[in-house]
């Protein structure tokens, strides 16, 4: 790993860390996560926000400014709206995405839940989305939460993946493991 790349998981850490136990002490962990939902919808809606986090050219006030007036349009917890205020007073909104990402996972360990990135050809029903569900759950043994997203070029079937493990039962990786196979005999 890089050194900025670790410096920016250390600060997103230590950031996720502070606001996570306040929202612990209070009992707002659901509005935590709700804020973390909110945050993550808007980050990938809107490239004016994404250019705000990241680019250098805004000042610490533009950014403090930006941040607050965006806290409040969207409802977020006092900690969420103070802690976005101080990263911005201190240039550290680059981290957002990772911040969102460990405040996502010390939430889900929290209430014993873990997430399952879920890709699949076409949208899954209510049915089988519970059905994936309850195989993951007893896979794991633990509650588990849907990331999903559709991926037409799969073909058919799903590619799940939760932790380190991937299960790809893809038509595509399928398809290309044959071809290999193929290309080896011939």
């Known amino acids: 790993m890089s050194e900025s790349a670790s410096n920016s998981t250390g600060i997103a ?12 002490e209070s009992g707002d962990l659901d509005a935590l996560e709700r804020d973390v939902d909110t945050l993550e919808a808007a980050i990938a809606e809107s ?9 250098p050219i805004y000042t610490r ?8 007036a965006l806290a409040a349009k969207m409802g977020l917890t006092g900690t969420m709206a ?7 007073s201190k240039r550290r909104l680059f981290v957002m995405n990772q911040l969102l990402t460990v405040l996502r996972s010390r939430i889900a360990d929290e209430k014993g839940e873990v997430t399952a990135e879920v890709q699949s050809a ?8 519970s059905a994936l569900a309850e195989t993951l759950k007893a896979s794991v ?4 939460k849907m990331k999903l997203s559709v991926d037409e070029s799969l073909i058919g079937g799903l590619i799940v993946k939760v ?7 893809s038509i595509r ?11 080896e005999v011939g």
């Open 13 to 24: 850490g230590r950031y996720a860390t502070a606001i996570f136990e306040l929202a612990k």
């Open 47 to 55: 490239s004016d926000l994404r250019d705000l986090i990241r680019s």
């Open 61 to 68: 006030e533009q950014q403090s400014g930006a941040v607050a």
């Open 82 to 88: 103070n802690a976005l205020k101080l990263m911005a």
């Open 122 to 129: 076409q949208a899954l029903s209510k049915d089988q989305q």
């Open 141 to 144: 043994g633990k509650d588990v």
């Open 163 to 169: 932790g380190s493990k991937m299960i790809d039962t």
């Open 173 to 183: 990786s399928k398809l290309a493991a044959l071809q290999n196979t193929m290309k």
